[in-house]
T-cell receptor, first 114, second 115 residues
Framework: AQSVTQLGSHVSVSEGALVLLRCNYS??????LFWYVQYPNQGLQLLLK??????LVKGINGFEAEFKKSETSFHLTKPSAHMSDAAEYFC????????????FGGGTRLMVKP | DGGITQSPKYLFRKEGQNVTLSCEQN?????MYWYRQDPGQGLRLIYY???????QKGDIAEGYSVSREKKESFPLTVTSAQKNPTAFYLC??????????????FGPGTRLTVL
């Protein structure tokens, strides 16, 4: 079984500041990791994913995340926040076996101050 | 354009009534999913289907039912047995269930309100 913890249900940054959203997972085997973004009253959109290979993953809208096995983390970062980044962000984990479901974290709401 | 459609976007229901939420995908995905999202909370899995004519209960299946008669369609019925059905419902699909093919694509959601 696997689980995901997102530290901080709300994060507030100023426009132009660094965005750091934290995600830690627990898994007995190497996981596949995902970050999704959700804008109000909309579905989720995939930002980026880690499956194998390079541990630093680049996604859409200038976001990136680094898989750190030793820390069981997959934190999401963006060097400079934009007002349009205000949304809810979900980290998710999946294991490499057929039928295994995505397990989502509780989400982090990012607020960007002008 | 390929994608997932959900209808209606907003749905109102009187207590004691069953209601069916539609989900259609043209991505040729085998697996489809239904999630429930409550304010300030994450996603909870209601039902999922890995192949036509087969589906499994998720974490909160009580009070819900599904069918998967066609690959493209996975409707969700919220029955009168669901005690607190007011929520945002999200449908998703993926090429397969599990592993690196588990990247899920989401529909725009249906907001159900029980009056």
């Amino acid at each position: 079984a696997q689980s995901v913890t997102q530290l901080g249900s709300h994060v507030s940054v100023s426009e132009g500041a660094l965005v750091l959203l934290r995600c830690n997972y627990s898994s007995s085997v190497p996981p596949y990791l995902f970050w999704y973004v959700q804008y109000p009253n909309q579905g989720l959109q995939l930002l980026l994913k880690y499956t194998t290979g390079a541990t630093l993953v680049k996604g859409i809208n200038g976001f990136e995340a680094e898989f750190k096995k030793s820390e069981t983390s997959f934190h999401l970062t963006k060097p400079s926040a934009h007002m349009s980044d205000a949304a809810e962000y979900f980290c998710a984990v999946s294991l490499n076996n057929a039928g295994n479901m995505l397990t989502f974290g509780g989400g982090t709401r990012l607020m960007v101050k002008p | 354009d390929g994608g997932i459609t959900q209808s209606p976007k907003y749905l109102f229901r009187k207590e004691g009534q069953n209601v069916t939420l539609s989900c259609e995908q043209n991505l040729n995905h085998d697996a489809m999913y239904w999630y429930r999202q409550d304010p300030g909370q994450g996603l909870r899995l209601i039902y999922y289907s890995q192949i036509v004519n087969d589906f499994q209960k998720g974490d909160i299946a009580e009070g819900y039912s599904v069918s998967r008669e066609k690959k493209e369609s996975f409707p969700l019925t919220v029955t009168s047995a669901q005690k607190n059905p007011t929520a945002f419902y999200l449908c998703a699909s993926s090429f397969k269930a599990g592993g690196p093919h588990n990247e899920q694509f989401f529909g725009p959601g249906t907001r159900l309100t029980v009056l």
